[in-house]
């Protein structure tokens, strides 16, 4: 038995004629590019449906005749009809308009040339600053053989010069490596240096992809630990290598 339209059919002929409009009248921003397609007699031919199902004929002629409560309930009926409706169509035009890619900053990197030459310079850097902070603490560690090798022989007074200078060769080592190591020291200032203008370089490719495509937003599965699976369809990373000059 036939029971008439439904909401869903209103919605399904509403993307029906949506699909047929011009590209630029899908592409709109505003709610009324999705609201302007639903086809609104049959909405309100389904909400006659509706009244009519539950309260009976209802018409010009006759709603003076329905009692006050049924026609309180036919208002309250229409109120949820049109939230419902509204909220759907919220929906709809959130979901459509969100539009988001995913980028692999490891996978980049790896295939920018300039980023692995920086990163061979930072390594040998901090091989030769390594040595001498090594150097100097094995010359503070074999003052300190030495001193307890010559202890017995020592005065009181030759012991505390001998010690002094054991602690201040052990403080050259430490402040030697603070300042090649350190939170602010020369190789982080070494690597700001290098490796700054390559995630400029990289930072303007993603803006440029993200422009053109109309993405409203990028992420770098590579540091989110919290994506458990993305479809390599939205991977843009061989669009921002391309951009870079670096095609795959």
């Known amino acids: 038995v036939s029971t008439g339209p439904t909401v869903s059919t ?17 592409n709109s921003n505003h709610p009324h590019t999705f609201l302007k397609n639903i086809n609104w007699s049959k909405l309100n031919l389904i909400s006659s449906v509706i009244i009519k199902r539950e309260y009976g004929t209802v018409d010009n002629k006759t709603c003076c005749r329905i009692p006050a409560y049924k026609n309180i309930k036919i208002k309250e009926a229409m109120k949820k009809l049109t939230l419902t409706l509204s909220v759907i169509a919220a929906i709809a035009f959130g979901a459509r308009a969100q539009k988001f890619a995913l980028i692999d ?100 490719a993603v803006k440029k992809v993200s422009e053109e495509r109309g993405y409203q937003c990028i992420f770098d599965r590579a540091s989110s630990q919290n994506i458990i699976f993305a479809s390599p369809r939205i991977d843009v990373s061989n669009e921002v290598l391309a951009k870079m000059g670096y095609a795959k």
């Not at 209103?10 to 899908?26: I, K, L, P, Q, Y």
Request: aromatic fraction near 12%.
């Open 105 to 204: 900053m490891e996978y980049i990197l790896k295939n920018v040339p300039s980023y692995e030459m920086a990163n061979e310079q930072l390594k040998q850097i901090s091989l030769r600053w390594q040595k001498e902070v090594e150097t100097k603490a094995n010359e503070a560690q074999t003052m300190y053989k030495s001193f307890q090798a010559d202890m017995v022989f020592l005065t009181d007074e030759q012991k505390t010069k001998r010690e002094q200078e054991i602690v201040a060769k052990e403080k050259e080592a430490t402040e030697l490596r603070y300042k090649y190591f350190g939170p602010e020291g020369e190789l982080y200032q070494k690597r700001q240096t290098l490796m700054e203008p390559i995630q400029n370089e990289v930072y303007t």
């Open 10 to 26: 209103v919605f399904t002929d509403a993307r029906a004629d949506h699909s047929s409009t011009s590209f630029s009248d899908r």
